[in-house]
């Protein structure tokens, strides 16, 4: 009899131990989806490059972005893009705005996915100019 009690309390902790472990891995049956975020990749010219005034960028957003969503700024004003589709993802290209030079400037990118998720990235490149001599970022 004893045995008996014995066996079915270590039957009853043992089920308390593993079902914990079991709702770790996700066992509560969500349905939610993973967010997918755009990213991109490919920087053109590369971070830190000495770029002309209103020279050309591009770079390649990921198959997740949405294409109504890019926005592209330099220097925070706004920068008009072109895309076309390549592999599964975007060939962004832009052209820094006049009156920028003898600077720094920060290409930032900002998009949505489809799913709604957001993503941001970018890079720095210096405006060559009349002013040579430049102070490092």
């Not at 967010?35 to 020279?55: N, Q």
């Not at 926005?71 to 920028?100: D, M």
């Amino acid at each position: 009899m004893a045995r008996i009690v014995m066996t079915r309390t270590l039957v009853f902790f043992g089920c308390f131990l593993f079902s914990g472990a079991l709702w770790a891995y996700g066992g509560g049956g969500g349905t939610s989806t993973a967010c997918k975020k755009p990213k991109f990749s490919d920087f053109d010219p590369p971070h830190l490059a000495a770029l002309a005034p209103e020279s050309s960028f591009s770079f390649v957003a990921n198959e997740h972005t949405t294409v109504s969503s890019l926005a592209v700024t330099v220097k925070k004003i706004p920068v008009s893009v072109q895309t076309v589709v390549k592999g599964r993802g975007l060939q962004v290209t832009g052209q820094l705005p006049e009156g920028l030079e003898g600077s720094y400037a920060r290409i930032a990118i900002t998009a949505k996915s489809q799913s709604g998720c957001k993503g941001q990235g970018g890079w720095l490149v210096r405006i060559t100019g009349s002013d040579a001599s430049m102070a490092t970022p």
